[in-house]
């Protein structure tokens, strides 16, 4: 009986095993057994199914996990199933099977290249705040401490998994004042610093993210629109675009730093968004990939 491939999971991420830090993993499921070759080509790793069907939709599925960027399914001139997993940077891949119904193939991408980028890179996380000042709140109720908190846990949890550095301004419902965070963070001397917030609009509220930087340093601008770009990418809310402000954090902070509003609490969308733990992992993933894009950029302005 021929095999039929039925599914495709991607987004996900495997053990360290082998690697030097967890890989991407794709998962095939199919209804039987499945015979494979795999080929390298630099940026692209493609996988031939001889003697199998497809029993899903052909096309392009957008992973962008900071290595992968698209897992396309097609077919080769004979007819026969083949994926190809496109990446940003050269990466090799393992394969392997798991018997049962459906049948797995497991396909872990090596984000070995990853830590070079995060080689010796350090970065303060800034979580927005309620504590004594309390912050923002959604019509049903939602302060705004408990999504940007668990956003950040999520984000350092993918930072350190490349073996990057990361500290909080804080990591519970209190109030850091202003000159604090920079203080800590002129005697960290990090990478970059990241504020993570939600964003109010009382009035005819609107669903969206937008990001803030400090216009007197290029490198903000540059962060700022590479964080922009890869929060797009990730999650489905409008993007609201980057925006110069002259405020007193971001003025005084030392090093490259943005302020991501990751969505407007007062909007009903994305409230309901807010309160989703797989939307807040979208959003550290994006942020992630950000922070990626701006390393791997190299720029030197």
């Known amino acids: 009986m021929l095999p039929y491939l039925t599914n495709i999971r991607t987004g996900l991420y495997g053990p360290p095993g082998s690697f030097a830090c967890p890989p991407s993993r794709i998962i095939l499921e199919a209804t039987a057994p499945l015979n494979w070759n795999i080929e390298q080509k630099k940026e692209k790793t493609i996988l031939s199914l001889p003697g199998a069907k497809l029993n899903m939709p052909p096309g392009i599925i957008n992973v962008f996990d900071g290595l992968i960027t698209t897992v396309s399914v097609t077919t080769?001139?004979?007819?026969?199933?083949q994926i190809i997993i496109t990446t940003l940077d050269e990466s090799t891949s393992t394969v392997a099977e798991i018997a049962g119904l459906p049948h797995r193939l497991v396909i872990d991408q090596d984000r070995y290249p990853l830590l070079g980028y995060y080689h010796n890179q350090h970065v303060v996380l800034d979580p927005s705040w309620d504590g004594e000042k309390k912050g923002a709140v959604s019509p049903t109720g939602l302060?705004?401490?408990?999504?940007?908190?668990?956003?950040?846990?999520r984000l350092a949890q993918l930072l350190t998994s490349v073996k990057a550095r990361v500290n909080f301004t804080r990591l519970d419902n209190y109030y850091v004042p202003v000159t604090d965070r920079i203080q800590l963070c002129r005697e960290l001397k990090p990478t970059l610093f990241l504020s993570i917030a939600t964003w109010v609009k009382k009035r005819k509220p609107q669903s969206g993210f937008r990001i803030r930087y400090y216009l007197g340093n290029q490198r903000n601008e540059f962060l700022a629109g590479c964080l922009e770009q890869e929060m797009h990418r990730k999650i489905s809310i409008p993007s609201h675009g980057i925006r110069p402000v002259n405020m007193t954090l971001l003025r005084e902070l030392p090093v490259p730093a943005a302020l991501v509003e990751t969505a407007c609490i007062s909007h009903r969308l994305d409230e309901g968004l807010l309160r989703d733990v797989d939307f807040r992992q979208l959003v550290a993933q994006g942020l992630f990939n950000g922070i990626s894009q701006y390393l791997r950029s190299k720029v030197n302005i």
């Open 76 to 81: 080769d001139g004979a007819g026969r199933p």
């Open 143 to 153: 302060p705004e401490h408990i999504p940007t908190l668990d956003i950040a846990r």
